[in-house]
């Protein structure tokens, strides 16, 4: 198993361009969710999906989209790049079975100049 | 509202010393509680969770965390630290209702420095 993966791993973007950021697992895992690390922050929760077609906010989600048409997928996209999304982000899945913990992906380091 | 704390911005332990890296944290019903390791330029790795059961989890690398309800706290140990456990630390927690199983709290991170 590939586990989670990310594309790109590096990207740089002028202020007001738009993108999205590929996240993939092959778990079979219900749920999947986009963090945002930021120094002396911690991981912050952007969006989560409970499954296929089922999407809700995290604790920042403005500025970010999301969508689940399958299980495997869950991109994020950024509608109009600003400076302060400049971040590391992290793509996880997990499972209520065996026990909860998420997996993550390798991240994806966005500079907006 | 959940909430965990890692009161310490790092920690710097000689190798072959003892290492812990403490967490708090703040739910409304019972914890589930995680903590991760992230190496440079690498995502997150699952290291060890308390879900219900024996206070004192064993986990992956040698590493294991004791629960304690009364002080609200799940403090990472080693008994001897390696050069390469130097990496940062995340403590999450969650709570046990089934419409958050999903969302992890996670702390700020905790810098280790094990020095030779």
């Known amino acids: 198993n590939a586990g989670v993966t990310q594309t790109p791993k590096f990207q740089v973007l002028k202020t007001g361009q738009s993108m999205t950021l590929q996240c993939a697992q092959d778990m079979n895992h219900e749920y999947m969710s986009w963090y945002r690390q930021d120094p002396g922050m911690g991981l912050r929760l952007i969006h989560y999906s409970v499954g296929a077609g089922i999407t809700d906010q995290g604790e920042v989600p403005n500025g970010y989209n999301v969508s689940r048409s399958t299980t495997e997928d869950f991109p994020l996209r950024l509608l109009s790049a600003a400076p302060s999304q400049t971040s590391v982000y992290f793509c996880?899945?997990?499972?209520?079975?065996?026990?909860?913990?998420?997996?993550f992906g390798p991240g994806t380091r966005l500079t907006v100049t | 509202a959940q909430s965990v704390a890692q009161p310490e911005d790092q920690v710097n332990v000689a190798e072959g010393n003892p290492l812990t890296v403490k967490c708090t944290y703040s739910v409304s019903g019972n914890p589930y509680l995680f903590w991760y390791v992230q190496y440079p330029n690498r995502g997150l790795q699952f290291l060890l969770k308390y879900i219900t059961g024996d206070n004192l989890v064993k986990g992956s690398y040698g590493f294991e965390a004791e629960f304690n309800k009364s002080q609200t706290s799940f403090h990472l140990k080693k008994p001897s630290a390696l050069v390469s456990d130097s990496a940062l630390y995340f403590c999450a927690v969650r709570e046990t209702q089934t419409d958050s199983w999903g969302k992890l709290q996670f702390g700020a991170g905790t810098q280790v420095v094990v020095t030779p």
């Open positions: 996880a899945s997990a499972s209520r079975i065996p026990s909860y913990e998420q997996y």
